[in-house]
């Protein structure tokens, strides 16, 4: 275990590997964001109701382990290329966050403690535990506060890059469920792909990006409920594995 990232469940080679970049709203305390701590409970923070979803899953048995981000996204976004400029986000959805900005030395000090460990654990997993599949989980906001006239009817969104072999089962399985579903919705995978971009596509092996939307995934109830329907999705989605 890393204060970058936490894992549960033990990975398997052939099984399914579930990856939360932003499961966690974790600030370290020697860390000064400068912002108002209950930002910390908003979306900007942490994609709500990730963590419990996922763990309800390995718990289930329908993924084999889970591995999430171990600080906020406010910290490090873990789903962004190392070079981005918001991989350190100077603001996000209005709000500034002025603790991030910060020099050459001090970016890249962020980068070592919590970037670079949390994707080296998922390059080793997958190097000792080729996984048949990657379920990439995240949740949406029903709106942003910077654009309420944008409205997000989806209950859920599936975002895929380049390798969309399994996008086609997995909407099929949750629009089965009864469910809106958004095909590169509410953004497009070919934007917002950087984890799977590298841990995914490129090792060849079939993923799906997962956005539930927030609302849904705010209680118990509702978490439970989702991890039934992604389990299920999961299983059919499974059925279009290449052999």
Request: aromatic share 4%.
């Amino acid at each position: 275990m890393n204060e970058a990232w936490r894992q549960t469940g033990l990975a398997r080679a052939g099984g399914i590997l579930l990856i939360a970049d932003h499961a966690s709203a974790l600030v370290p305390a020697d860390v000064d964001l400068g912002i108002d701590p209950a930002l910390l409970a908003n979306h900007i923070a942490v994609d709500i109701g990730v963590a419990e979803v996922a763990a309800l899953l390995v718990e289930s048995g329908a993924v084999d382990a889970a591995i999430l981000g171990g600080v906020s996204r406010l910290v490090v976004d873990c789903n962004r290329d190392e070079d981005a400029p918001g991989v350190l986000p100077i603001a996000s959805d209005g709000h500034a966050v002025p603790g991030n900005a910060l020099d050459d030395a001090g970016r890249e000090a962020r980068l070592v403690r919590f970037y670079r460990p949390y994707h080296d654990h998922i390059s080793a997993t997958i190097a000792a535990a080729r996984p048949a599949m990657i379920l990439s989980l995240h949740s949406f906001t029903p709106s942003l506060a910077a654009h309420p006239d944008q409205a997000r009817p989806w209950h859920v969104g599936v975002l895929y890059n380049e390798d969309d072999r399994l996008a086609g089962a997995a909407i099929a399985a949750l629009e089965a469920e009864g469910l809106i579903v958004g095909d590169q919705q509410p953004y497009s995978g070919k934007l917002l792909n950087a984890t799977m971009n590298r841990h995914a596509e490129a090792n060849g092996i079939p993923y799906v990006g997962i956005e539930m939307r927030q609302d849904l995934v705010g209680d118990a109830g509702g978490q439970e409920r989702f991890a039934g329907r992604l389990s299920r999705m999961c299983s059919k989605v499974a059925l279009n594995l290449p052999e």
